[in-house]
C-alpha cells in the first residue's frame, strides 16, 4: 500500500496559480494521477504521469493551465495551476495506479490521498 499526502491548496484569486503537492511512501506504484470534485459534482480526471519516463497526459481543456511533473528525488508529484477561476474550486485528490499504462478513470486507480482543498475567488 503507498500513502499519498497532498499539500499546498488553500483559497486564490482569480487568475492566480497555486501548486499542489503529493508526497508518496511506502509501496511504489507506476503511475500517478491528479482529480478532483467539485460540490455536488463527479470527481474528474485532470493528469497522470509515469513515475520512470515521465510521460503524462491532460485533458485537452486543461493543457496549458494545468502541469504535472513528478521529481523521484522526492517522491513527490505535483500539480501545477495557472489562470485560475472559481470553476476550479474544489478538492484535489492525487492517486496511484499500478499501471502499466497512463490511467485517465478513477476506478483504475487503488491508492488515493485525503485531498486538498482549492479554493478560487471572483
Known amino acids: 500500500q503507498v500513502q499519498l499526502v497532498e499539500s499546498g491548496g488553500g483559497l486564490v484569486q482569480a487568475g492566480g496559480s497555486l501548486r499542489l503537492s503529493c508526497a508518496a511512501s511506502g509501496r511504489t506504484f507506476p503511475i500517478m494521477g491528479w482529480f478532483r470534485q467539485a460540490p455536488e459534482k463527479e470527481r474528474e480526471f485532470i493528469a497522470t504521469?509515469?513515475?520512470?519516463?515521465?510521460?503524462?497526459y491532460s485533458t485537452d481543456s486543461r493543457m496549458g493551465r494545468f502541469t504535472i511533473s513528478r521529481d523521484n528525488s522526492k517522491n513527490t508529484v505535483y500539480l501545477d495551476m495557472h489562470s485560475l477561476s472559481p470553476e476550479d474550486t474544489a478538492v484535489y485528490y492525487c492517486?496511484?495506479?499500478?499501471?502499466?499504462?497512463?490511467?485517465?478513470?478513477?476506478?483504475?486507480?487503488?491508492?488515493w490521498g485525503q485531498g486538498t482543498q482549492v479554493t478560487v475567488s471572483s
Open positions: 492517486a496511484a495506479h499500478s499501471g502499466p499504462r497512463l490511467a485517465t478513470t478513477d476506478r483504475e486507480y487503488t491508492d
Open positions: 504521469i509515469n513515475w520512470s519516463d515521465g510521460r503524462k
